[in-house]
């Protein structure tokens, strides 16, 4: 369990946050035992504000619904009813009931599926534990978010880099928007590089907050990025706007690239993407004769069927206009020295090459997974020291949708056994029914939680986790940047709660590799990762809040590019092996009809909450009490649907229900629906808590044709739905819909 420090102090600790995956750096104070506030950070690069989620920390990590007992389920898979016993119990029964069901259908029968931030605080154990034990079989939300982009970016240059904004002239956001109290330090970096004459590119279909005060503003269509960024290459490779001796020196295939780009002539682009083809021209000419510019990682390009495509051109792009590893552009970072990353913590070496071929999804679609990432193991060493890289946890994945096909059919081979760690699964991929069938067929479940959620109440065993408040750490975000920034526990955890690490090294210990996991504690994790810097964790936290070596730009002179031909990869030799377009190209997803006519969108995040969670968190619900979705006035007065409405939206997979928002800043034919909701208060009423009611998962399909090839990620932007008024009301309790 948790090491207990009886000298917890009541002054001010730095620590970071993970209610979200961005970690921002504050400081928070602690009364009676209980975190009582949250400040500011005294440095004052990191003090612009701070997100409403952030200050309702302390309502959060107190609240009276947050788990504090490992749960066991008595009656049926998602009944919801439960008995209360040890942690000691619980881990004795998992271990137990894993190693028989591991031992009748192989190790490959376990599942482990997490998320962002609670992966980095795991430091690389859960795949250490399922590496060792023999299971390919891990997912992750980074599967359509930033771990995906990470996997791509490998394949052009060997590295995911990290957009320079403290010195840029120029920012293009592909739909990108952060604000205020989203993604709240990007916005603060934005905002201090247009206060330094950096200029802003925003291509969205809507009037994006960012998109408001843009110089430059694209409304593409929803899904085209790709498309639109061949027309950008288009112009800079006509114009000959890119940067000569760097294409000369470190790149291979760009006469194949011109070639292919030459198929996307600026009226074919207007065609595809609605946008003006001089403004196409303009942005491209601004964005590549600019001193410098970044093209900051979107969530964006990482959720449509030509997603592998969109996210190689931002990183070719980025290339041959010279901006990687330049001042003002694109840095790759590489490892810090000071600290292992998870990357060697996880020993991957360990899983053999039997099982590695087991991986789900990696046949048909092996972007992300073990198949292609492996191929750029000799590079990753000669370049980075180490032969893995797992930038952001998302290079050696199984594809989810494969994952949750296999727990529902058993087919490839079953899939017995799901462990879902600080994630809600059931609602965070897409084809929620699929998902609900897969957990159906389960013989054990796990979750580790620190609320009860729909996929928790599927659970055999829920237990209970901590939180940021209550753990020491040091994050560096996943080996994506230098920077290590501390964050010091001030409140004891509940007795009974554990860590994630916690959980896999008690269950290793339990499962016979405990000598893989001689670190008691999570400070003694943190002794060993810092061992390189000489320093301990105690050390470390007395001496700083902040460490990150200087910045060294063109280190590829030195290495070369940790990519097979040591060369930027225009063309890709790693997808050519592996059978695919070694260029990049555009595909139309399956489109809207006379009976689907909306180009549905989802995501756009809701500043009240993080993903799927604080539904339940008053003082953030206030803020947002229904889900909406957002029309034009045009197609609302069309449908005969006024603001606030009830509605219904339809997509051939699946319904949900929301309110309808009438805004102006919409795109004519564009319907945008939230992600995530369900209803906590519905708990006991509805079933999982009325997780079909509302939630995007439903929407969205996951069949072949509206997968990405490569990496088999799902089309979230832009699949045909219609919207349909409701003659009653939908059935939720009155005080939901009056919210
Ligand atoms: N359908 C659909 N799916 C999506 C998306 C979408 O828009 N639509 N978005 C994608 C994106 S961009 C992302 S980043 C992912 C996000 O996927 P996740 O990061 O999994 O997001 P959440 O839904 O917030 O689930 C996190 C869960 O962790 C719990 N939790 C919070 N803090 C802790 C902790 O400290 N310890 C433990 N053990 N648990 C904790 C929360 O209660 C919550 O239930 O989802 C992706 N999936
Ligand atoms: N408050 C809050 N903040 C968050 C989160 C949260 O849940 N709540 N989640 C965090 C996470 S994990 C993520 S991934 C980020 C996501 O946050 P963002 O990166 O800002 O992504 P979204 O909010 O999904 O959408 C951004 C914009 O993309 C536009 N868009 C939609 N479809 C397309 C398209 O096909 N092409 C283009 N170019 N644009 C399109 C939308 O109109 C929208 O304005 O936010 C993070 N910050
Ligand atoms: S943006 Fe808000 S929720 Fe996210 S890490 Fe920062 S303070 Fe926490
Ligand atoms: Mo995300």
């Given at each position: 369990m948790t090491v207990h420090d009886s000298?917890?102090?009541?002054p001010p600790k730095h620590v970071v946050c993970t209610i979200c995956d961005i970690g921002c750096q504050l400081r928070a104070e602690a009364e009676d035992g209980k975190l009582a506030r949250i400040l500011a950070h005294e440095n004052p690069a990191m003090t612009a504000n701070i997100c409403f989620k952030g200050v309702a920390a302390p309502e959060i990590h107190n609240h009276a619904e947050r788990l504090r007992k490992p749960l066991k389920r008595v009656g049926e898979r998602g009944d919801d009813h439960w008995e209360e016993i040890s942690y000691r119990q619980a881990m004795d029964e998992i271990a137990e009931r894993l190693a028989e069901i591991t031992k009748r259908h192989?190790?490959?029968?376990l599942a482990v599926s997490t998320s962002g931030w609670n992966t980095q605080v795991t430091h690389g154990m859960d795949r250490r534990f399922m590496n060792l034990l023999g299971s390919p079989n891990w997912i992750s939300g980074v599967a359509l978010c930033a771990g995906n982009t990470a996997a791509v970016n490998k394949l052009t240059y060997g590295w995911f880099p990290s957009p320079d904004f403290a010195q840029t002239k120029c920012i293009v956001l592909f739909g990108h928007n952060p604000k205020k109290h989203s993604w709240t330090p990007i916005y603060n970096a934005i905002n201090y590089a247009r206060s330094q004459g950096a200029k802003l590119i925003v291509l969205d279909p809507r009037v994006s907050d960012q998109a408001e005060t843009a110089d430059l503003h694209l409304r593409l269509r929803a899904g085209t990025d790709a498309a639109m960024c061949l027309g950008w290459l288009h112009v800079i490779i006509e114009e000959q706007l890119y940067d000569q001796d760097f294409v000369d020196r470190w790149t291979v295939g760009f006469e194949d690239l011109r070639q292919r780009v030459s198929e996307y002539p600026l009226e074919r682009v207007e065609e595809i993407t609605g946008v003006d083809r001089e403004l196409i021209a303009q942005a491209a000419r601004l964005y590549a004769t600019s001193q410098s510019a970044v093209i900051p990682w979107t969530p964006i390009t990482d959720q449509q069927v030509s997603s592998t495509s969109a996210i190689r051109l931002h990183s070719i792009l980025r290339a041959i206009c010279g901006f990687l590893d330049a001042p003002g552009g694109e840095l790759l970072g590489g490892f810090n020295p000071d600290y292992i990353p998870e990357s060697k913590l996880q020993l991957h070496e360990h899983l053999s090459q039997e099982q590695r071929d087991k991986q789900l999804g990696s046949q048909d679609?092996?972007?992300?997974?073990?198949?292609?990432q492996d191929l750029l193991g000799d590079a990753t060493e000669r370049v980075w020291g180490y032969r893995y890289a797992d930038i952001v946890m998302g290079c050696y994945m199984a594809n989810p949708s494969a994952v949750f096909r296999a727990m529902a059919t058993e087919e490839p081979y079953p899939v017995k056994a799901f462990f879902v760690l600080g994630n809600n699964a059931l609602l965070s991929y897409p084809n929620q029914h699929q998902i609900h069938r897969g957990l159906l067929n389960q013989e054990l479940i796990v979750a580790h939680e620190i609320f009860m959620t729909p996929t928790a109440m599927l659970a055999d065993y829920v237990l209970p986790g901590d939180v940021f408040s209550e753990r020491n750490h040091i994050a560096d975000s996943w080996s994506w940047s230098t920077r290590m920034t501390l964050s010091q526990r001030i409140v004891e955890p509940s007795a009974e709660c554990s860590s994630t690490y916690q959980f896999w090294r008690d269950l290793a210990h339990r499962m016979g590799f405990g000598e893989h996991f001689p670190w008691d504690t999570v400070e003694d994790v943190l002794d060993h990762r810092l061992s390189p810097s000489g320093k301990s964790f105690s050390e470390f936290e007395s001496e700083t809040y902040f460490h990150m070596p200087p910045t060294e730009h063109r280190k590829y002179e030195k290495t070369g590019f940790a990519t097979p031909s040591g060369k930027v990869e225009l063309s890709s030799s790693v997808l050519e092996q592996l059978g695919f377009d070694p260029l990049p190209y555009y595909r139309e997803a399956p489109g809207t009809s006379a009976e689907y006519p909306y180009a549905v969108f989802t995501g756009v995040r809701e500043d009240a909450f993080f993903q799927t969670g604080q539904r339940n968190i008053e003082s953030l619900r206030k803020r947002s009490p229904t889900p909406k979705v957002f029309l034009h006035p045009d197609d609302a007065a069309r449908e005969g649907l006024a603001d606030g409405d009830w509605l219904r939206l339809e997509t051939p997979t699946g319904q949900v229900v929301a309110r309808l928002a009438i805004h102006d800043t919409m795109k004519p034919g564009h319907l945008r629906v939230p992600h995530g909701w369900w209803y906590p208060e519905l708990r006991g009423e509805q079933q999982l808590a009325g997780a079909f009611l509302s939630s995007d998962a439903v929407l969205c399909d996951d069949q072949t044709e509206m997968l990405d090839h490569e990496q088999g990620v799902p089309h979230f932007k832009g699949f045909p739905g219609r919207v349909v008024k409701l003659s009653e009301p939908p059935p939720l309790p009155q005080r939901v819909l009056e919210g």
């Open positions: 000298t917890l102090s009541a192989g190790p490959e029968s679609h092996p972007a992300f997974t073990y198949r292609a």
